[in-house]
């Protein structure tokens, strides 16, 4: 079976900004996405200058895989259920390649509007090759809104953070690694966690 391997440069911990990483994972934001479900929102502010798109584009650079495939989709789907279940964290994750999901759970709290979430985010990935996050970034970077840059249909695609690029070295992007059910940079952050702790293991 093909290891993944970690490569030089990554952390143990998660690769962001101190803006980007001072956020408690239960902590919500007013915005119209998945994070509005409860009441008592914190509004966050969102990434959206040239530093922060910076640093998701290096998140991207960094999390690269030698392989992927079904063994390795399942040891990654393990290892982030069981931090979301440690956690009691109410989040879906979502894993596919080449159009093929190779491991979807749901944990306490999650509804089907999860699970179209992680469609719309995963989308994004497959169709630009970035991370959800960064296509909203670059987005607000230029004053404007995801769909109307794009004029995609909002039903389908949406550029909130939470699904990430499966790219393997030599290769590029296979798949994408997918989280719904916290507020956006936290569903984000879930995930450049969890790759970071598998890629070094």
């Known amino acids: 079976m093909t ?4 490569r030089a440069g990554i952390s143990r911990t998660l690769v962001l900004s101190a803006r980007l990483r001072g956020y408690s994972l239960l902590k919500e934001q007013v915005l119209p996405d998945e994070s509005t ?21 290096a998140q991207e650079s960094r999390l690269v895989f030698d392989g992927f495939g079904h063994d390795i989709a399942w040891e990654l789907g393990v290892q982030m259920i069981g931090a979301a279940r440690e956690d009691s964290l109410p ?3 979502s894993i596919s390649q080449g ?57 389908r695609f949406a550029a909130h953070g939470g699904s990430f690029p499966i ?26 966690e969890q790759l970071t702790l598998f890629l070094n293991r």
């Open 3 to 6: 290891r993944p391997a970690a």
């Open 37 to 57: 479900s409860r009441k008592g929102a914190d509004v966050v502010t969102l990434p959206s200058n040239a530093q922060d798109l910076s640093e998701l584009a």
């Open 91 to 93: 989040v879906v994750i």
């Open 99 to 155: 159009g093929q999901r190779m491991f979807h759970a749901a944990l306490p709290g999650t509804s089907p509007d999860n699970d179209d979430w992680v469609e719309r985010k995963a989308r994004v990935v497959q169709r630009f090759g970035h991370s959800s996050l960064y296509m909203g970034t670059q987005a607000r970077m230029a004053s404007s809104t995801f769909e109307e840059r794009t004029g995609l249909d909002p039903a």
């Open 167 to 192: 790219t393997v070295q030599r290769v590029g992007i296979v798949g994408s690694v997918t989280v719904s059910g916290l507020a956006q940079l936290d569903d984000h952050r879930f995930v450049v």
